[in-house]
């Protein structure tokens, strides 16, 4: 009986560390590793009432895969998700400095400069080893998170 409950704690305990890592491990690498900073907003133009179209730059500093970016209104306690078009398209980006723009911001100026904030997301790797043409990765099991703007 002591052996099944043994193996049933030990279950749980990997169980809940799974879980703690998917939920916790990309925002605390983020914060203290992150994929891309100085970022800099440029320009932003007015689009009606409700949009802002911006540009700028950054300076990406560790070799991790892009998978999306969002923009949300609020704090990061209490915030909600806004729409956003990358009118420039999806880009493979080195490591280094890069331009980004023109992207479409569903916030007015008023919300883009005080109330907002974005969130970048990257799939990053433990290695990557090269042997001639082939590539070896080893991705961390959670997506990164770096504070955009």
Known sequence: MQGLFNSLLLAAFTLGMFIWTN???????????PVVT??????????GDTRTRIWGSFLKIR???YIDI???????????????ILEEGSKKRPAGYEDFGPWLVQLDSEQFEG?????????????????GE??????????TETRFH
Not at 70 to 84: C, K
């Open 38 to 47: 100085e970022v800099t907003i440029g320009k932003r133009d007015p689009v």
């Open 115 to 131: 109330r907002s904030f974005s969130v970048v997301y990257h799939r990053c790797y433990f290695a990557r080893i090269e042997i």
């Open 23 to 33: 939920l916790y491990a990309g925002f605390i690498e983020g914060r203290y590793w």
């Open 63 to 65: 070799d991790c895969d």
């Open 70 to 84: 969002q923009f949300y209104l609020g704090s990061p306690q209490n915030a909600a998700r806004v729409d956003r």
């Open 134 to 143: 082939t590539v070896i990765s080893i991705p961390h099991p959670w997506i």
